[in-house]
């Protein structure tokens, strides 16, 4: 019985170990874009949303959503499958009262064809997500509350999420993801069904669950990140 569990104990801190360093493996960044110039901000591709403008505001891509839209998202020039990206993303003041506890501020990998891991943050409600949108809609990975580190209206928040896929041993094929806000690490989880997300797009994304009308947010220094080796 002590054989066993000592053995059963010490699979559980391997298995820990494997995660708090996939959590800190080192990432090297491809792509950076600090939002100073037109040209710069101009990079920025829209993915989704029916009404979404776009403009300059002190050295950021501001983001303004329009009728019938619930979210706007801009992908980089990077694809890829096991990425981190990371930005500086605030709500602005000019988004209406009504809306702005219901806003996010977010990131997205693997985004294409409708499908896509995304990492979002309610400031007004200090809540973050880690959202898979399949084939099924939307699913709920995980799921942090109170997180202390999230900033309000007007204020920067640093967000940074990653997607990496196992390479070998029994849990090849799923995928790791960690989601930081102002680099804490605010949300950790494993997907099994990775290999149903075959998009490669990285995106920044704001909204809110529905009808975002007159949401107002602004992106600024922006990072892509992979895996080092890769």
Known sequence: MKTRFGAVFAAACLVALLVAALAGAAM????????????????????????CARGGAEGALRIAIGKATSACSFRTPVLGRDLEISATERLLSGTPEALQKKAFLGLELRAGAGFKYQFLAFPLQ????????????????TIT?????????????????????VTSGPEKGQANLFGYVGGALVAE????????LTGRASA???????????????????????????
């Open 145 to 165: 509350k109170n997180v202390k580190e999230l900033m309000g209206v007007n204020k920067a928040n640093a967000l940074r999420f990653r997607a990496v896929n």
């Open 189 to 196: 989880v494993k997907d099994e069904g990775a290999g149903a």
């Open 28 to 51: 090297i960044g491809i792509y950076r874009n600090g939002m100073e110039t037109t040209a710069q901000r101009s990079q920025l591709i829209k993915l989704a949303g029916a009404n």
């Open 126 to 141: 200090r809540k973050v997500q880690v959202v898979k949108v399949g084939e099924e809609g939307s699913e709920y990975l």
């Open 204 to 230: 920044i994304t704001i909204g809110t669950p529905k009808n975002a009308n007159g949401v107002i947010g602004s992106v600024d220094d922006i990072v892509v990140r992979v895996p080092s080796p890769f």
